[in-house]
């Protein structure tokens, strides 16, 4: 039987941006999932014949952040751009990307079917996805039943979601990668505001952080049924590393 993988996306379109202007207002700045961190791994789930379920807090059809899409996030490289892109367009026409499944509507004894979860980054994470209740009711049980768990950049904020059930953080203690504080930083002086710290708030939590000189060009980190990557050019590495882990379950 081929495997399936249930793969974890926000519905945001934005996620907020605080302490911008001379008021110090918080905004929505524009996001979503980035586009290589979902179809990287996701080509490699495809062509080893993996079934993938999409999924997302309301079910609203998933926005591709507008910086992942760029040429500048693809090095120039125009044709690598084009094939994930027809990658999504393909999804939209056969696997319901425009209409995830609702996480309440997914029920405990469906999640046994699951071999394994999936969720990539995109700052879209931060907006919804670390406080959903029914998404850490869903990530308890890969937890629980030790299966694959693969999360990149951002998506390792959606771990957080699982400090809602009454036995705490599920990852405490786990090897984590996510973007770091040091890359977000970047960000905010780009951005001109502040941003929610993923690795900050993993930490908090009690997640053993991985940072360094490796992260920033792609290391992944594997502990126990979670392999992490902290930025797109972990995408590669993580998707192989997941599809691995699902072989071997």
């Known amino acids: 039987m081929a495997k399936k993988v249930l793969i974890i996306l926000s519905d945001a379109d934005a996620f907020p941006l605080h302490n911008t202007g001379a008021e110090g207002k918080t905004v929505d700045q524009p996001s979503g999932f980035f586009l290589m961190e979902l179809a990287k791994p996701l080509q490699k789930l495809l ?17 591709p952040d507008p910086n992942s899409e760029t040429l500048l996030a693809f090095a120039g490289n125009y044709l690598e751009r084009r094939r994930e892109n027809e990658l999504i367009e393909r999804m939209k026409r ?3 990307f425009t209409h995830p499944r609702r996480f309440r509507d997914i029920s405990d004894a469906e999640l046994r079917a699951f071999d394994g979860v999936f969720i990539p980054g995109g700052h879209a994470p931060l907006a919804d996805l670390g406080e959903d209740e029914d998404l850490g009711r869903i990530l308890r049980h890969f937890h629980v039943e030790h299966k694959p768990t693969a ?3 951002h998506g390792p904020y ?16 786990y090897k984590l990668t996510s973007w770091s504080d040091a890359e977000e930083k970047v960000m905010e002086t780009l951005l001109r505001g502040e941003i929610e710290k993923v690795e900050s708030r993993l930490r908090e939590a009690g997640a053993d952080m991985q940072e360094g000189a490796g992260e920033k060009i792609g290391q992944i980190t594997v502990d126990r049924e979670v392999v992490s990557g902290g930025n797109p050019m972990a995408a590669d ?4 590393r997941f599809l691995q882990m699902l072989e071997a379950k």
């Not at 979601?161 to 405490?172: C, E, H, M, V, W």
């Not at 590495?237 to 192989?240: D, E, R, S």
């Open 94 to 96: 056969e696997n319901g």
């Open 151 to 153: 999360v990149i950049c």
């Open 158 to 173: 959606a771990l957080l979601s699982t400090r809602l059930n009454q036995d705490g953080f599920a990852y405490k203690g």
């Open 237 to 240: 590495a993580l998707g192989n």
């Open 47 to 63: 062509d080893a014949g993996v079934e993938v379920t999409f999924a997302s807090p309301q079910g609203k059809e998933p926005k």
